[in-house]
């Protein structure tokens, strides 16, 4: 009682309160609080919740000055309907921030950016479980524009179209945007089949993601780095973990354009069968790229003479790779004028058998399955401890890498291969998106990591034990 009677208290000293409510949408008023998402929107508060029975729900949604959270309420999928007449839904305002959560929106439409989904202006989302899809931008962002910020999880944004850049995806204006375990597919656009960033600074990033089968009729098949036009300040990119698969671009850039000033960062990802019609079937680079521990397989350019993954045509212009495994149809990963730099890295035109001054050489990297994609490494496979373990790019400190593309350990030492590359302490990290797992682990009960050597990472997996309290 006496901690009721604190309570009271204090709510009668702090003046009246507002809590939020949760308002229902569903197919009669008898049940429901609300027919239409339009009318719930329109009746609630800041900081309300909506819960959304599963239906067809055809209406063009705004959300401007509230703080809502708009969710399928389970059971079955809603589905947003944008009729092909406006977006399926805006937000705008310096005040707005939305969640959207396992919806479907589709058949959105708008002259200006942004024809499935628009974060306009100062407002942010929270975008989870959702799918956008069969949208079309005349401007940009066919699927998703974002000049707000936000964070979009377990999301599918396919199908889209859009007449200007970024078919899937159009980012825009200074505040962050985060992607995680996405599936960006099947979007066309003019620059940036996928996805296009025009803006500055390090804003952007993507993490676990796969972009697949994205069509620029440009420049960029999955993605397209624009900057700002007359902005000296570059754009920065970072992706790690995913995924770039048979993306295409009808003039250059398969995966990737990189505009001049900008900068893109791939970490632990895989570029397989991505294609472009002149030149750079990965990337066609204009100032950064650089790649630490990546993939990249069977990438093409249709135009004969010219190298099928790595293309750039300013003289400052860098391509930079460290532990990565490429695998060409062609002799060469690179041409044009700018820098190829390649560091502990399986590329073609290393020598054979024998390594170079920066730790290259040509070799067949032994996938597991390279028919069905399984890009992980057998037995035996000469990319297995060749890397440079100590090695450092940009921002990429190896020593700060746990981690490969698939969650397992990185820097694993294999006790029956002579480590080639640059150790730390006896290990010696592999070439790749994928660290090798040798089985059957360490006899001996202090090797914590069971990688078969006693060292500093066995002494931090029992200090970190032991601190969450473990026997």
Request: hydrophobic letters at 40%.
């Amino acid at each position: 009682m006496k901690h009721k009677m604190s309570i009271a208290l204090v709510l009668a000293a702090t003046g009246s309160v507002t809590l939020a409510d949760t308002l229902t949408v569903g197919p009669d008023l008898g049940t429901y609080d609300y027919i239409t998402i339009t009318a719930a929107i329109a009746n609630a508060a800041s900081g309300d919740e909506i819960l959304i029975q599963p239906g067809l729900y055809a209406e063009n949604l705004i959300v401007s000055g509230k703080d809502l959270a708009l969710r399928n309420a389970g059971g079955g999928t809603v589905t947003v309907f944008g009729q092909d007449l406006s977006k399926c839904f805006v937000s705008t305002g310096s005040s707005t921030d939305v969640v959207l959560e396992g919806i479907v929106f589709t058949r959105g439409f708008s002259t200006s950016a942004g024809g499935g989904v628009s974060i306009e202006g100062g407002s942010s989302a929270m975008i989870i479980d959702c799918v956008i899809e069969d949208s079309h931008s005349d401007f940009g962002g066919g699927g998703l524009y974002m000049s707000g910020g936000g964070a979009v999880t377990n999301t599918i944004i396919r199908n889209n179209t859009s007449s200007g850049n970024g078919g899937g995806i159009d980012l825009r204006g200074s505040l962050i945007k985060t992607f995680t375990n996405c599936l960006i597919e099947g979007n066309t656009g003019v620059e940036g089949g996928g996805l296009s960033y025009s803006g500055v600074g390090n804003i952007a990033g993507f993490e676990g993601c796969t972009f697949r089968s994205n069509t620029a009729t440009s420049r960029g098949g999955a993605i397209a780095m624009l900057g700002i036009a007359g902005n000296s300040s570059a754009a920065v990119m970072d992706v790690s973990t995913c995924v770039f698969s048979m993306n295409h671009a009808q003039n250059v850039g398969g995966a990737i354009w990189i505009s001049d000033q900008d900068v893109f960062r791939s970490l632990n990802c895989v570029y397989e069968l991505n294609t472009a019609e002149n030149a750079g079937g990965v990337v066609r680079n204009e100032q950064i790229f650089d790649a630490v521990n990546c993939t990249f397989v069977n990438n093409d350019v249709i135009a004969a003479g010219v190298s099928d993954s790595f293309e750039s045509n300013r003289a400052d212009a860098d391509t930079n790779l460290m532990n990565c495994v490429v695998v060409n149809a062609s002799a060469a990963s690179h041409t044009g004028s700018g820098d190829f730099n390649s560091y502990y890295s399986l590329i073609p035109e290393a020598p054979a058998g024998e390594v170079d001054g920066n730790g290259n050489f040509s070799a067949d990297p032994m996938f597991v399955d390279l028919g069905s994609g399984d890009y992980s490494l057998m037995a035996g496979s000469p990319a297995i401890d060749a890397g440079n373990s100590r090695g450092v790019l940009g921002p990429v400190d190896l020593l700060d890498v746990a981690t490969d593309f698939s969650g397992d350990v990185r820097n694993l030492d294999d006790p029956d291969t002579e480590n080639a590359g640059v150790s730390t302490w006896e290990l010696c990290v592999d070439l790749g998106a994928f660290e090798f797992q040798p089985s059957g682990g360490s006899d001996c009960a202090a090797d914590l990591t069971g990688d078969g050597v006693l060292n500093f990472f066995d002494v931090s997996a029992f200090l970190s034990a032991y601190n969450m309290g473990c026997p």
